[in-house]
């Protein structure tokens, strides 16, 4: 690994009502490509066929006004897919479409089933063929075997079944149905735009850009459906505690995204503020880890007084390198990616802000550049709590056995990443930041506390470590 980071999940959008549903999916779909790298896919409905066209690679490399025009009608659901369950192939790449007895149907998916591997293993049984190693594909056999004779009713019976984290976008040939866990883990938001189309994304950028606006989340436990009577919501499941993943806030969205109905810029800032007051040092400058450090760094140095300072410069047009034929060339990696200013921290005390540390290979990496560049002293600042434990709510982390945090206490990761002095964001104050005064979010990585029944834990550890 290049960068020592949580990846992101999965990206999702839907749009109902337009002619140039496909292009929109795409714009949308362009805004979300930071929630997941490795495909993306669309699927298009012209009321009576559901065309489907999917890649392995970025958005704007798969999807050229050549394969768009080939995506008519009014309404489209697209993806973009980072895996946390299922290998990283072209079969799990999304939406998934099929043609059963509910008609023509897609779907597509943010979040991660935890107990879709008895559902599969019992549908497998039950004569079921599966084509993807992919959780998502289980939804659909759960959709096709429903006894319930409308799609809605077979969606419902369908999402009654699943335990974890979901925030789907289904396509019909006629109609958009949505759907959102009862704990809602993963965000999911609707918006309209002038034309009156309804639009359905995982953050708000993406509204954004297309000009839609923000209406509202999608709730826990609802299912929306969007067709030609209109729009009806329902409550299909009753809401459980609330598990807003505060990753979002810490990581994953974008600054420029509402999630969870909170901005996320004001989020981060209120972390680095927090963090400041919780940490402080004596110091020459701030200096974030970009561009997920930026937020915090700003808010550590306008509640500190201490100067911020864009001391390390981030290279956004690095992909993945192809040549790895050793170590010594992957240690490259860091470099590739970030570069520091020394005219910028030379002679300094040097107060570096990062989201998170979770192997903590790339921190000490930063710190050694850091160092390198000429500064005087290193203080490694993290904007949340030490990460122990693995998400199995859509998140792609490591194992325990690979989480810094879960095996060493603060001066021995202090030592491993080389820093003078490290400071972690208290639990207390990751709540108060984002303003969580209704227990409303999941701290399952900082506390091992799973807010679900995990009836195969050891099962999902197991499948994490392969």
């Known amino acids: 690994m290049a960068f020592d980071k949580f990846h992101d999940e999965c990206g999702v959008f839907a749009i109902y009502g337009s002619r140039d549903a496909s292009n929109l999916t795409y714009l949308g779909l362009y805004a979300l490509q930071h929630r997941g790298q490795e495909s993306a896919g669309i699927t298009s409905s012209d009321g009576e066929n559901l065309i489907t066209h999917k890649s392995m690679g970025h958005v704007h490399d798969i999807f050229t006004p050549d394969v768009l025009a080939t995506l008519p009608g009014s309404s489209a659901i697209g993806h973009t897919r980072y895996s946390t369950a299922g290998d990283t192939v072209l079969l799990n790449a999304q939406p998934f479409s099929v043609d059963c007895n509910k008609g023509k149907i897609a779907v597509a998916h943010n979040g991660n089933i935890t107990n879709a591997a008895e559902l599969r293993r019992d549908l497998e049984a039950a004569g079921s063929i599966f084509q993807s190693s992919s959780d998502t594909e289980v939804i659909l056999h759960l959709v096709a075997r429903s006894r319930e004779r409308t799609l809605a009713g077979a969606l419902r019976d369908a999402l009654l079944q699943l335990e974890g984290a979901f925030s789907l976008v289904f396509l ?8 959102r866990d009862p704990n809602g883990f993963r965000p999911l938001a609707m918006g309209q735009m002038e034309n009156k189309s309804y639009v359905f994304a995982s953050e708000t950028c993406a509204f954004d850009l297309i000009g839609a606006t923000y209406i509202c989340d999608v709730e826990p436990g609802e299912m929306v459906i969007v067709g030609p009577e209109g729009l009806t919501r329902e409550r299909y499941a009753p809401v459980r505690d609330q598990a807003h993943c505060v990753f979002e806030h810490v990581y994953f969205a974008r600054p420029d995204s509402k999630v969870f109905g ?52 981030r290279n956004h047009y690095v992909g993945r390198t192809f040549i790895e034929p050793s170590q010594a060339i992957r240690d490259f990696g860091v470099k590739l990616k970030l570069n520091p200013v020394r005219h910028l921290i030379e002679g300094k005390r040097v107060i570096l802000v990062d989201d998170s540390i979770v192997r903590g290979t790339t921190s000490r990496k930063i710190v050694r550049m850091v160092r390198s560049a000429g500064a005087k002293e290193v203080h490694l600042r993290i904007s949340c709590p ?42 207390g104050s990751l709540r108060q930041a984002v303003e969580d005064t209704e227990c409303s979010y999941c701290y399952a990585c900082y506390t091992g506390n799973y807010p679900t029944e995990l009836v195969n834990i050891d099962e999902l550890k197991a499948e994490r470590a392969r």
């Open 386 to 427: 030490p990460t122990v434990s693995p998400c199995f709510y859509g998140v792609d982390t490591p194992v325990e056995s690979e989480l810094i945090a879960a095996n060493s206490t603060l001066e021995e990761i202090r030592k491993y990443v080389e820093a003078d002095t490290l400071g972690y964001l208290s639990l």
């Open 262 to 313: 909170r901005a996320v810029a004001e989020s981060r800032e209120m972390l680095g503020r927090y963090l400041a007051r919780e940490t402080h040092v004596d110091a020459d400058v701030v200096v974030p880890v970009p561009d997920s450090g930026v937020a915090a760094a700003l808010g550590y140095a306008s509640e500190s007084g201490i100067p911020y300072r864009q001391g390390l410069i």
């Open 172 to 179: 019909a040939k006629d109609r958009i149905l949505i759907a």
